[in-house]
């Protein structure tokens, strides 16, 4: 079974949000972006404990399209320190494995 990558980060504004999915998608760096939320994180910042309402962006690309992926979210990305998480997924339907690697390749 062939891996794609789900990249997921998190930003506090959902107009933020549907900027970053949409230049990754207009890029080829994603084949596609889901913005979901708002949901409520709680985190420590600057030796305090923050409360915010952000939107989570999940982008799923090829694996040969990760580091670029990566590239541009902490490039566009509002946050001093974003998070950025990476996992590799197996698909049991390759029509969609092919799907995500057809449409990030660089126009």
């Not at 789900?6 to 504004?13: M, S, Y």
């Not at 690309?61 to 320190?81: K, Q, W």
Request: charged fraction near 20%; hydrophobic fraction near 45%.
């Amino acid at each position: 079974m062939e891996q794609i990558h789900v990249v997921t980060t998190v930003v506090d504004a959902r107009s933020v949000a549907e900027v970053l999915s949409a230049a990754a998608v207009a890029g080829r760096l994603a084949a596609c972006a889901q913005v979901s939320g708002p949901l409520d994180s709680t985190y420590w910042w600057d030796g305090r404990m923050e409360s915010t309402r952000e939107w989570t962006v999940q982008f799923k690309t090829a694996s040969d399209r990760v580091d670029a992926l990566v590239e541009h979210i902490r490039g566009a990305h509002p946050y001093d320190v974003p998070e950025i998480l990476v996992v590799a997924v197996g698909s049991p339907n390759p029509a969609y494995t092919a799907w995500v690697h057809e449409h990030t390749r660089p126009a």
